[in-house]
């Protein structure tokens, strides 16, 4: 089945400890991203990229990276810069042409 | 100015009748348009895209585009309980970016 995993579902943090969040792709698609959903808002992109190697931030990037070594991962790093890392992280991929983007199940993010 | 904005709701309606769902943009370069619906505490999955003026059906769903106004609508027709969501939508000017709006949330009543 092709489709967006993202790993784990759940995932504690620490004070000071950095997180590193798990998206995987197997329909082939060229560009992948990161957004964070906090309640009642909508999504703000941290990250993207549109090729293997190569990625831009987004509107809300600070305290977070990422790298693209593989055309199906894009990991996502919460540094401890991150003061507010609380939310639900969503991991996306689309077909640049097309500009539709379909989006994993998410990893919800919580500080201990 | 948000780029994308929507009511945030919560929209009721009876079964049956037809939910409006209404979304406005800023941005005059957007070129596309997308609607998604995202269960609470699931993640959000693509309904429908529009990219040209006027209406465009799938199902019971129907999107409006209007770009001279910047509106752009999602009608749900013989609305059902499984329709109880938020209603996310979107907006891209081909720069492999989308602008999301905070979203609706509808509930359907028995």
């Known amino acids: 089945d092709g489709g967006i995993t993202q790993s784990p579902k759940y995932l504690f943090r620490k004070e000071g400890q950095n997180v590193t969040l798990s998206c995987e792709q197997n329909l082939n698609h060229d560009a992948m991203y990161w957004y964070r959903q906090d309640p009642g808002q909508g999504l703000r992109l941290i990250y993207y990229?549109?090729?293997?190697?190569?990625?831009q931030k987004g509107d809300i990037a600070e305290g977070y990276s990422v790298s693209r070594e593989k055309k199906e991962s894009f990991p996502l790093t919460v540094t401890s810069a991150q003061k507010n890392p609380t939310a639900f992280y969503l991991c996306?991929?689309?077909?640049?042409?097309?500009?539709?983007?379909?989006f994993g199940p998410g990893t919800r993010l919580l500080v201990l | 100015q948000k780029e994308v904005e929507q009511n945030s709701g919560p929209l009721s309606v009876p079964e049956g009748a037809i939910a409006s769902l209404n979304c406005t943009y800023s941005d005059r370069g957007s070129q596309s348009f997308f609607w998604y619906r995202q269960y609470s505490g699931k993640s959000p999955e693509l309904i429908m895209f529009?990219?040209?003026?006027g209406d465009k059906e799938d199902g019971r769903f129907t999107a409006q585009l209007n770009k001279a106004s910047q509106y752009v609508s999602l009608l749900i027709r013989d609305s059902q309980p499984s329709d109880s969501a938020t209603y996310l939508c979107a907006a891209g000017r081909g720069d492999y970016k989308l602008s999301f709006g905070a979203g609706t949330t509808v509930t359907v009543r028995a």
């Open positions: 990229s549109q090729i293997v190697n190569d990625f």
């Open positions: 529009i990219y040209s003026n």
């Open positions: 996306a991929s689309s077909i640049p042409a097309q500009e539709t983007q379909y």
